[in-house]
C-alpha cells in the first residue's frame, strides 16, 4: 500500500485504473480507511472500471498515521484529502463518500469547490438527536489510540472531538452549505440513528442538482448502474 508522507503525517492509500479521477473516502467513522468498502454489496475500489480509483486511510485510521492535535477537525481532514490529490497531481475529481464519508465530501465542496467535478454520498452521518452516539464513536476510537500518542491528553482529545462533534446538520456542513453544494450530487439516502432518513431527505430538498436513491441496500445491482450512469454524465474526461 502507498504511502504519502508530509511532515509527520503518513497517509496510506490504493490506486488502480486510468481515466478520470475519483477519490473515495470510506465509511467507519474516526476509523475510516480504505478496507471498510468491501462486505457493502458494491466495492467502488473494483467496480468502476475507466475510472482512476483513488482509495485512502484517514489520519489514525488503518495504517495512516498522524500527531493528535486540540486544533484538529473537518479541515485537517480536508487538507490531507487536497494534499493527496496534489501528490498524485489531479486538479478535479468526483469524491464518492459513505457514513463519515458523506461529511467529507460536504467540507470539500466547502472549501474546496474547483477541486470537485461531482460528488456522490452513501448514508451520510448527520444530527438528529443522536449527538451521544457520535461522542461515543470518537470516545472509542481515541481511548484506542491514545497509547500511541503521548503527545495527546485527555484536554487535547476532548478540544478533538469538540471540534468534530458540536456542529450542526451534517457536523461539516450546515444547511446553506449545502444549498449551495456546487457540482452535481447524487444521493443514496441513510436510515439508521447514524444516517438518519431526515439529513438524507434534506440534503436532497437543499441540493440545487441532486438525485436521490432510496431503497439502494436491497438492490446492488441497480445501485451500480445508477452509480456508473451518474458516473458516465459527470465525471469528465481529464483528471
Known amino acids: 500500500m502507498p504511502v504519502f508522507s508530509r511532515d509527520d503525517v503518513h497517509l ?90 458523506g461529511a467529507f465530501v460536504a467540507a470539500l465542496a466547502r472549501l474546496a469547490p474547483a477541486r470537485l467535478r461531482a460528488a456522490v454520498m452513501f448514508q451520510p452521518i448527520g444530527l438528529d438527536e443522536n449527538r451521544p452516539v457520535f461522542h461515543d464513536l470518537f470516545d472509542g476510537w481515541a481511548a484506542a489510540i491514545a497509547p500511541d500518542h503521548p503527545e495527546a491528553d485527555a484536554g487535547t482529545f476532548a478540544a478533538f472531538r469538540e471540534r468534530m462533534w458540536s456542529g450542526s446538520f451534517m457536523f461539516a456542513a450546515k444547511e446553506a452549505d449545502v444549498a449551495a453544494f456546487p457540482v452535481p450530487l447524487l444521493l443514496f439516502g441513510g436510515d439508521d440513528i447514524y444516517h438518519p432518513r431526515s439529513t438524507s431527505q434534506a440534503i436532497a430538498r437543499l441540493a440545487p442538482d441532486v438525485v436521490f436513491v432510496e431503497g439502494w441496500k436491497a438492490d446492488p445491482v441497480g445501485l451500480a448502474a445508477t452509480l456508473r450512469g451518474f458516473l458516465a454524465r459527470t465525471a469528465g474526461a481529464d483528471s
Open 12 to 101: 496510506h492509500y490504493t490506486e488502480r485504473g486510468e481515466g478520470p479521477a475519483i477519490l473515495l473516502l470510506a465509511p467507519g467513522g474516526m476509523r475510516s480507511h480504505a478496507g471498510l468498502w468491501a462486505g457493502r454489496g458494491f466495492d467502488p475500489r473494483t467496480e468502476l472500471p475507466g475510472y482512476r480509483v483513488i482509495a485512502m486511510d484517514q489520519r489514525n485510521a488503518g495504517a495512516s498515521t498522524a500527531p493528535v492535535r486540540a486544533e484538529d477537525g473537518w479541515e485537517t481532514y480536508a487538507a490531507d484529502q487536497l494534499a493527496l490529490l496534489d501528490h498524485l497531481g489531479v486538479e478535479r475529481a468526483t469524491v464518492i463518500g459513505m457514513c463519515i464519508g
